[in-house]
């Protein structure tokens, strides 16, 4: 498994940011059971679940979050994107995209996201 986050940088406070991750080397028969999704890990904080998109179709969201971010898979490029609107100084985090398969979860790289006020 090699996940790969793209996006990430840095917007002013009430700004938008995307972010992505692929999973290119994985069978599209394995991604369409793989929950995919992100955490974030802000400086001296624990990483926290930020959303996820299951294989089944739902969505989840952490409440700090809600209505703010989206969370959207594309199964055809065996990506899944993250887009964040209103985003406030404290969404400043590393964001750390993870896909879950059975019981194993993989980690990509963390793409930093700074929010300034």
């Known amino acids: 498994v090699q996940l790969q986050a793209s996006g990430g940088g840095l917007v002013q406070a009430g700004g938008s940011l995307r972010i992505s991750c692929r999973d290119p080397?994985?069978?599209?028969?394995?991604?369409?059971?793989?929950?995919m999704g992100w955490y974030r890990q802000a400086s001296g904080k624990e990483r926290e679940l930020v959303a996820v998109?299951?294989?089944?179709?739902?969505?989840n969201y952490a409440d700090s979050v809600k209505d703010r971010f989206t969370i959207s898979r594309d199964n055809a490029r065996k990506a899944v994107s993250l887009q964040m609107s209103s985003l406030k100084p404290d969404d400043t985090a590393v964001y750390y995209c993870y896909a879950k398969r059975g019981q194993t979860t993989y980690w990509g790289q963390g793409t930093l996201v700074t929010v300034s006020s």
């Open positions: 080397r994985v069978i599209s028969s394995v991604f369409w059971e793989t929950d």
């Open positions: 998109a299951t294989a089944s179709g739902s969505t």
